[in-house]
């Protein structure tokens, strides 16, 4: 905000902001002339590489202490770690109404420069700013998050879920062993739930014995190479800023791609609603509300797009960590076992969300899992009005980065934070441990206006996929400890081999 005769900051007039420390003392890596702290992040020559991202958050707090700035990285805004799970709750807290999350650069370029023939001023949400992702935004917030919506995919994603498990009883070999790639598996799993949410239509990536020119195995090969790539082309290989690069001329087809698949699909659900008119008994789907609401076909195309872009990996890779963590801890697992044999004596008792809603362990052990090994590492704002940030006056421009992968694993906002300890999250009344859990410390999904849009949906896939594969089976993991590791996502490193038999 700005005082209208001299364009200074209020914020400026405030004895907060005149006691602050300036910016230049903000503790941090020093940058060193000619190439600034960008070596540092380089892969391989710098003191840091990618898949360190997590150990570099916590060696700079370690090092430098509650925030730490990085500054001097060639053509991008300083960086901000901030540790203070205070200050970060005051960041959103105060974040206004057009949140700025600095994120996937290779995204903005394919919408707003490659494509812009078909995106024009509708961008969605993932990679947009200011008012152009607010309208969009309150354009497909309430079909998506309405409580409504997601009851109506409670069932259909209950058949899915039915057809994976089916799947993973023919995977298992002699020692009843998931094979080594079943975070494919579970990726395809994730494709199929998304499908059927985003495009109101099964793709039939469950399928055995796809063949390579089916289009489910091309929209499983296209995923995957996002997936794997993306994270090269952001982090790695940044020149397509400057030239048409292959991996990236590769991600532009493969882009374009996603775009066809999805468009083919609309087309389709306007159809239907076109010939048999909206659905008369029982809830509209997502497609079919968003088309009858805003009357055009390609919001519908390019809300259907961002879920698919952000709601396939994210899922996989937490549920990998999530059953990962379940087949290494028994004693918590049977617990889970337990709770669900109580809830559904019948193993095949459809489920509701009431009895979702009943699954209080079940839920604090994806909480916990969330909370020690943050799927998606952290979160960021970059701020859009000059602050006081633990003393120190930041200006607007500098991208504040959250570590929720450290924040959540503080002893000064979680007691006993080296603990697993799902009991945390429940209440006295459910067997819960009482102790500090800062709300801010924890936030898998973000926070605020620009909170995960899928988190709904996210929560319903890995609850319904959980709920039926613990009522029925048990899950064990004899092989060497997995690592942690980091792209854009901190999972397990390594085969799943789960070992999956059948009470
Ligand atoms: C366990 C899985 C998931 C996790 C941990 C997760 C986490 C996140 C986080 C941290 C953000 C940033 C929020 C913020 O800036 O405050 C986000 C944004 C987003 N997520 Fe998720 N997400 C998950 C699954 C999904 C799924 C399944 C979908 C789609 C169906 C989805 C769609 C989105 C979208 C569209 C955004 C961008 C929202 C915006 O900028 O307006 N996410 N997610």
């Known amino acids: 905000m700005y005082e209208h005769d001299d364009m200074v900051p209020l914020i400026h ?4 902001w005149q006691n602050a420390l300036p910016y230049e003392e903000v503790p941090g890596p020093k940058p060193i002339p000619i190439l600034g702290n960008t070596w540092r992040m380089m892969p391989i020559i710098g003191q840091y590489t990618i898949g360190d991202v997590a150990k570099i958050s916590s060696q700079l707090h370690e090092q430098y202490g509650q925030i730490v700035k990085f500054s001097g990285l060639i053509g991008r805004p300083d960086l901000l770690f901030i540790y203070d799970v205070d200050e970060i709750e005051k960041c959103y807290r105060t974040e206004g109404t057009t949140p700025f999350r600095p994120s996937m650069p290779s995204l903005v370029k394919y919408k707003s420069v490659v494509r812009k023939d078909f995106f024009g001023d509708l961008g969605g949400v993932v990679g947009v700013h200011g008012e152009p992702w607010r309208e ?15 009851r109506r995919y ?25 094979p080594e790639d ?36 091309q929209i499983i090969n296209a995923a995957k190479y996002a997936l794997r790539n993306v994270a090269t082309l952001e982090l790695k290989a940044p020149y397509w800023r400057y030239f048409p690069t292959p991996l990236w ?8 791609f996603f775009v066809e698949v999805c468009m083919k699909y609309i087309k389709s659900a306007t159809d ?15 497609l079919e509300k968003v088309i009858m609401s805003q009357k055009d076909e390609k919001i519908a195309t390019i809300m259907a797009l961002d879920l698919i872009l952000v709601g396939i990996d994210t899922i996989s890779m937490a549920v990998c960590s999530i059953l990962y963590q379940l087949a290494t801890r028994p004693e918590q697992q049977e617990k889970v076992h337990q709770e669900l044999k109580r809830l559904m ?3 095949k008792t459809p489920l509701t969300l009431q009895l979702l809603d009943q699954m209080h362990y079940l839920k604090a052990f994806i909480k916990e899992v969330f909370r020690m090994y943050s799927t998606v590492i952290g979160n960021g704002r970059t701020l859009q009005e000059d602050a ?25 906002y979680v007691t006993d934070a080296a603990e697993f300890k799902p009991e945390r999250w429940l209440k006295p009344s459910q067997g819960g441990f009482e102790g500090k859990l800062h709300p801010f410390a924890s936030l898998p999904y973000g926070y605020g206006a620009r909170m995960c849009l899928g988190r709904r949906f996210a929560d319903l896939e890995m609850q319904i996929l959980l709920a039926k594969l613990l009522r029925s089976y048990k899950l064990e993991y004899e092989h060497e400890p997995l690592e942690y590791a980091v792209t854009f996502m901190y999972a397990p490193d390594g085969p799943l081999k789960f070992k999956m038999t059948k009470y």
């Open 388 to 412: 006081v940030i633990c003393g120190y006056r930041i200006p607007k421009g500098v991208q504040a980065v959250f570590p929720t992968i450290v924040t959540g694993n503080m002893e000064k």
């Open 272 to 286: 239907r609603l076109k010939v048999q008119g909206p659905c008369k008994h029982g809830e509209p789907s997502l």
């Open 345 to 347: 004596p019948d193993p």
């Open 154 to 178: 409670l069932q259909p994603l209950e058949v899915v879920t039915d057809d994976f498990l089916k799947r993973c009883e023919t995977l298992l070999d002699a020692n009843s062993e998931l």
């Open 13 to 16: 007039h405030t004895t907060e």
């Open 249 to 256: 001329t590769h991600y532009v087809k493969n882009m374009n």
């Open 136 to 150: 969009f935004r309150s354009k497909v917030q309430k079909p998506v998050l309405q409580l409504s919506t997601v």
């Open 182 to 217: 079943f975070d494919n598996e579970i990726h395809k799993w994730s494709l199929e739930c998304i499908g059927r949410v985003a495009l109101d239509t099964r793709l039939g990536c469950l399928e055995s014995n796809l063949s390579p020119d089916s289009e489910p195995q």
